[in-house]
């Protein structure tokens, strides 16, 4: 069984304030892409004692065990009867870019298995395993645009209101971490109206939706700062890091004839 996990960007995203149990309360937009990675499974028979995951593509830089795909298996396995699996995961969504590639790998898992062993697990169900492997994995159970709050679990829906616009997404060789990017960032104390703010025209975003990781990230790492710089040079009418980052996106009204500077890791229309 094959499915292709999408990536996601981040429009906006403030940090609200930091939770007693460590987490912190957010405020952002998911939405999704048609940038996907591919991931199929098949079941291994009686010879296995394990499940067996093949990664290829870009190198996840993580141990097997340790493969979010592999733990949604194992989640589900608590409560059913699921037998060993042979799983092959091509990664093309970068680790580590904001764009949540590998969340969309393990909420896809959820869903196939879902449905080909027939678990008959809802939505909510869905929703509340995913979020036992990451705050921004239940958004993709369904994928559509939604504002994010809480710890990015609880979802306002949204309308599809970038149609027709054209995506770039750039991502050099920075890894940032996302613990660090919290411990070097403030929260504002308060939501910043971002439910207001996305339904404005695309045109009017850029100087009253912010990234709050974009101080830190771009202090630190200036090349993603001239990324930014570079989208708007092109005739991007917004731009911005994706999550904690370190991808850049720019949106765009039509291709541009320049292509921004920059590793362009996919481009298209949303």
């Known amino acids: ?37 591919a ?15 093949t990664v290829t593509g870009i190198d996840s830089g993580c141990r097997s065990e340790d493969n979010l795909v592999i733990k949604a298996v194992k989640l589900l396995r608590e409560t059913n009867d699921i037998p060993w699996l042979r799983i092959h995961l091509h990664k093309m969504i970068p680790p580590g870019s ?62 599809c209101f970038l149609n027709g616009y054209y995506l770039i997404i750039i991502r050099e060789n920075i890894h940032i971490s996302t613990p660090l990017a919290y411990s070097n960032s403030k929260p504002r104390g308060r939501a910043s109206g971002l439910g207001e703010l996305i339904m404005t025209p695309v045109e009017e975003w850029k100087d009253a939706i912010k990234n709050d990781f974009e ?16 989208m708007y040079d092109s005739g991007a009418i917004y731009s911005s890091m994706s999550g904690s980052g370190s991808a850049i996106y ?4 039509s291709k541009p004839y320049t292509l921004p500077a920059g590793k362009i890791i996919w481009q298209g229309w949303l």
């Not at 991931?39 to 995951?53: C, K, Q």
């Not at 101080?215 to 570079?230: G, H, M, Q, S, V």
């Not at 720019?250 to 009204?253: A, D, R, S, W, Y």
């Open 250 to 253: 720019g949106i765009f009204t």
């Open 215 to 230: 101080e830190y990230a771009f202090r630190e790492y200036p090349a993603l700062a001239k990324i930014k710089k570079a």
């Open 98 to 159: 904001g764009l949540g590639g590998g969340s969309s790998d393990a909420s896809t898992m959820l869903m196939l298995l879902n449905r080909y062993f027939n678990l008959q697990a809802g939505t909510q169900d869905l929703q509340s395993i995913a979020l036992r492997l990451g705050s921004d994995c239940p958004f993709f159970i369904q994928g559509a645009p939604v504002l994010a709050t809480g710890r990015g679990e609880i979802f306002s829906s949204l309308p």
């Open 39 to 53: 991931l199929e499974f098949v079941v291994a028979g009686d010879e296995p004692d394990a499940d067996e995951i």
């Open 1 to 37: 069984m094959i499915a292709f996990p999408k990536a996601k960007i981040n429009i906006g995203l403030s940090i609200v304030r930091r939770r007693d149990d460590g987490f912190h309360d957010i405020e952002t937009v998911f939405y999704p892409t048609r940038f996907t990675d």
